[in-house]
């Protein structure tokens, strides 16, 4: 897809939750093509230490920084110790996101609801809002929210909280974009992953019906979704703006 150079040198993404998962994957690439990372961690696991511990050729490199909450007030604290580091970020990768349980409709609370609506769209509201207020617009090429096939398919009958959710952030990507006249905003949505989401929230028997119903025969690897994020802000996607990518296999 890109050439393995340093495309991205000089350049400094933020990844919100980048510890695990595709927010790895996704720090990683870029870190390869030469920029400089910078990603939120709650907890200070393992994880995060050896994140941190990869060395990269060139200018490349990855830092976390503890965020406690997503409250608005611990997000621009965050944002303004980015600062003292670094003058400038290029790109937001708004990654933060999480089902919390499967649930039907009828058994859901409204603290369910509540609490996905708070990590899967305000996470990326407020750290939009707030990196482009404290940043400045000028030099914020890219935006990428990490939305999910369930804003499309309203979650397959167990996850219609987290579906409704995504579907927001699908909505907010579109109509950012048609604001921010210099920044390209777009969203990056994926099927069933392999990643610690569907083993802690996934059974062997949804697994094998996901894989069932996918033309590709399998569940998707982290990397298959970091090398969009990564076209998406790269010169060769500059015509690419308000879209919704889905990363699917052919999931429906």
């Known amino acids: 897809m890109i050439e393995q150079n340093k495309i991205f040198n000089k350049k400094a993404v ?8 595709i927010g790895r994957s996704i720090c990683i690439k870029f870190a390869e093509l030469g920029a400089k990372v910078i990603f939120s961690y709650r907890k200070n696991t393992s994880k995060v230490k050896s994140l941190q511990n990869l060395n990269f050729e060139g200018s490349g490199q990855i830092t976390g920084l503890r965020l406690p909450s997503l409250k608005d007030k611990d997000i621009k604290i965050f944002l303004k110790k980015t600062k003292k580091n ?7 990768i708004n990654n933060i996101g999480d089902a919390i349980k499967r649930s039907s409709f009828l058994k859901s609370n409204e603290k369910l609801w509540l609490d996905n609506i708070e990590i899967n769209l305000f996470s990326a509201v407020r750290f939009s809002k707030n990196l482009l207020k404290i940043f400045g617009k000028k030099k914020i090429y890219s935006i990428i929210n990490i939305g999910s096939t369930a804003g499309k398919n309203g979650g397959q009958g167990d996850s219609l909280h987290y579906g409704v959710a995504k579907s927001a952030l699908h909505t907010l990507t579109i109509g950012l974009a048609k604001e921010l006249k210099n920044t390209r905003v777009n969203c990056v949505a994926p099927s069933a992953i392999d990643t610690s989401f569907q083993k802690r929230l996934s059974s062997k028997e949804r697994i094998k019906k996901i894989i069932k119903s996918t033309p590709a025969g399998r569940i998707g690897k982290v990397d298959e ?20 990518i889905y990363v699917t296999g052919g999931r429906v």
């Open 14 to 21: 933020l990844v919100t939750g980048g510890s695990r998962g």
């Open 225 to 244: 979704v970091s090398n969009v994020v990564v076209f998406l802000c790269s010169e060769d996607s500059s015509y690419v703006d308000g879209e919704i």
């Open 86 to 92: 670094y003058k400038q970020i290029n790109f937001l």
